[in-house]
């Protein structure tokens, strides 16, 4: 699914002289799955601690992960884009698959963004460092 979005953005955003920087290589992929990867797992349980709701629309973990997906996507290709016409195709291209690999109760849920960001945890000391 990961690589399809790849190919379909790779293939349609080609740079151009105002565009030079449409450039999607192995990295943009990469990207998507590194985010993936070092996501906290705790979130993606079954007996997740309904005290701590997932965001937006989101019930379920599953829900949950598709939305991180859908997160690392729009932030690996649509921040790359200039224009608004560029960016809403990238982001119906992603919902798109979202709708047509997880079914409507998953797609429904991921409808709104997710924003995941990292920066209000506590920081992680590290002690050969002291940083």
């Given at each position: 699914?990961?690589?399809?979005?790849?190919?379909?953005?790779?293939?349609?955003?080609?740079?151009?002289?105002?565009?030079?920087?449409?450039?999607?290589?192995?990295?943009?992929?990469?990207?998507?799955?590194q985010?993936?990867?070092?996501?906290?797992?705790?979130?993606?349980?079954?007996?997740?601690?309904?005290?701590?709701?997932?965001?937006?629309?989101?019930?379920?973990?599953?829900?949950?992960?598709?939305?991180?997906?859908?997160?690392?996507?729009?932030?690996?290709?649509?921040?790359?884009?200039?224009?608004?016409?560029?960016k809403?195709?990238?982001?119906?291209?992603?919902?798109?698959?979202?709708?047509?690999?997880?079914?409507?109760?998953?797609?429904?849920?991921?409808?709104?963004?997710?924003?995941?960001?990292?920066f209000?945890?506590?920081?992680?000391?590290?002690?050969?460092?002291?940083?």
């Amino acid at each position: 699914m990961t690589v399809e979005v790849w190919k379909k953005v790779q293939a349609k955003m080609l740079p151009t002289p105002a565009k030079f920087h449409y450039l999607f290589n192995m990295r943009e992929l990469s990207r998507v799955f590194q985010g993936v990867v070092l996501a906290v797992r705790a979130r993606f349980s079954k007996e997740v601690d309904a005290s701590m709701p997932f965001g937006g629309k989101v019930e379920t973990p599953q829900g949950y992960l598709v939305g991180l997906w859908r997160h690392e996507c729009e932030r690996v290709f649509c921040d790359k884009l200039t224009t608004m016409e560029d960016k809403n195709w990238t982001t119906s291209l992603i919902t798109n698959q979202i709708k047509e690999n997880f079914g409507d109760e998953v797609y429904k849920q991921t409808l709104e963004p997710l924003l995941f960001v990292d920066f209000l945890r506590e920081p992680v000391m590290d002690e050969d460092t002291g940083e």
